[in-house]
């Protein structure tokens, strides 16, 4: 089974603390992803990587920044947390050939609150 | 801009009806039209998709009318079910863009009642 996982499910964090979202695949996927999904809003994309350490920016870069190391990992890092970036935060892996397919396979969430 | 404008924002049926959710699309490059689901405390699943040569898709309940003149698409759920109710997100994308990147609708929150 496919899987998509993110370490943290509740976060709680104050103003200006620097946050690390971490995410794991296990289907040697090439391309990941991360979203912030909003009431409303719907699914916005921060961030993606297509290769180990490259990055592109998504929709809405500002106030985040992300690390792609290995090809199974790839984190969403919130250099000072602001309290706007109370969100889910939502990781996706697709595999070069499934991102033309729309094959997005996503994890289940980070809820991150910061007071 | 936003690239693909979905409605209704919320949705209330009764078990057994029919529920209907809509998208539109401007960027006529679009090629590939996806519907995904989401449950309470669960990421978003790949539910049906579908191409513009083709004017419908049905996979059991579920069924996706395409109108590639009107530019629109939308998801048709029939005998609606309590289990069904979700998040539900239409998404394009287009072959040539940056990893096929797939850009969202704003979502429908399905709720059926039994």
């Known amino acids: 089974d496919v899987k998509v996982t993110q370490s943290s499910r509740y976060l709680v964090k104050r103003t200006g603390e620097k946050v690390f979202l971490e995410c794991v695949q296990d289907?040697?996927?090439?391309?990941m992803f991360w979203y912030r999904q909003d009431p409303g809003l719907g699914l916005r994309l921060i961030y993606f990587?297509?290769?180990?350490?490259?990055?592109e920016k998504g929709d809405i870069p500002e106030g985040y920044s992300v690390s792609r190391e290995k090809k199974e990992r790839f984190s969403l890092i919130l250099e000072s947390a602001s309290t706007n970036q109370t969100s889910m935060y939502l990781c996706?892996?697709?595999?070069?050939?499934?991102?033309?397919?729309?094959?997005?396979?996503f994890g289940e969430g980070s809820r991150l609150t910061v007071l | 801009q936003q690239q693909v404008k979905q409605s209704p924002q919320s949705l209330i049926v009764q078990k057994g009806g029919i529920s209907i959710i809509n998208c539109a699309y401007e960027?006529?490059?679009?090629?590939?039209f996806p519907w995904y689901q989401q449950f309470p405390g669960k990421g978003p699943a790949l539910l049906i998709a579908?191409?513009?040569?083709?004017s419908e898709k049905k996979e059991g309940r579920f069924t996706i009318s395409f109108n590639k003149s009107a530019k629109q698409f939308s998801l048709h759920i029939m005998d609606s079910q309590p289990g069904d109710s979700a998040t539900y997100f239409c998404?394009?994308?287009?072959?040539?863009?940056?990893?096929?990147?797939?850009?969202f609708g704003r979502g429908t929150q399905l709720t059926v009642w039994p």
């Open positions: 996706a892996s697709s595999p070069t050939g499934g991102a033309n397919t729309g094959e997005l396979f």
């Open positions: 289907m040697d996927h090439e391309n």
């Open positions: 990587s297509y290769d180990v350490k490259m990055k």
């Open positions: 960027n006529t490059a679009f090629d590939y």
């Open positions: 579908i191409r513009p040569d083709v």
């Open positions: 998404a394009a994308s287009y072959e040539g863009s940056t990893l096929g990147r797939l850009y």
